[in-house]
């Protein structure tokens, strides 16, 4: 599966930004999808995951209630509506996929070794 994600660019802080992530083929069905970000210096962690096809979401503490993942059945993608960014959230965000569906435990969802394709990443800055 191929992952290309776009959106990505400056913000001032308080802002909002939408990501997007288009996979090829159908990829999208019935798949579990989530976004990382990598800020310099920092390990890659994860932001949110979908189990797409009406399931569930999932979100780390940090960005409960600034963000959300949704898919977008028309457009054919997976997206990371952020608000009310902060400097803290500045990271190169990527989408990621995974060749097995979201797992019951919903940490597991959360973990970059549950994803097997990963996109190249589209920077965010917040300034």
């Known amino acids: 599966v191929q992952l290309v994600e776009s959106g990505g660019g400056l913000v001032q802080a308080g802002g909002s930004q939408r990501l997007s992530c288009a996979a090829s083929g159908s990829a999208y069905r019935s798949a579990c999808v989530g976004w990382f970000r990598q800020a310099p210096g920092r390990e890659r962690e994860a932001v949110a995951a979908?189990?797409?096809?009406?399931?569930?979401?999932y979100y780390v503490d940090s960005v409960k209630g600034r963000f959300t993942i949704s898919e977008d059945n028309t457009e054919d993608t997976v997206d990371l509506v952020m608000t009310s960014l902060k400097p803290e959230d500045a990271a190169m965000y990527y989408c990621?996929?995974?060749?097995?569906?979201?797992?019951?435990?919903?940490?597991?969802?959360?973990?970059?070794?549950?994803?097997?394709?990963w996109g190249q990443g589209t920077q965010v800055t917040v300034s």
């Open positions: 990621a996929w995974s060749l097995w569906t979201c797992a019951t435990v919903d940490m597991l969802n959360l973990r970059a070794n549950h994803y097997t394709s």
């Open positions: 979908i189990s797409t096809g009406g399931g569930r979401t």
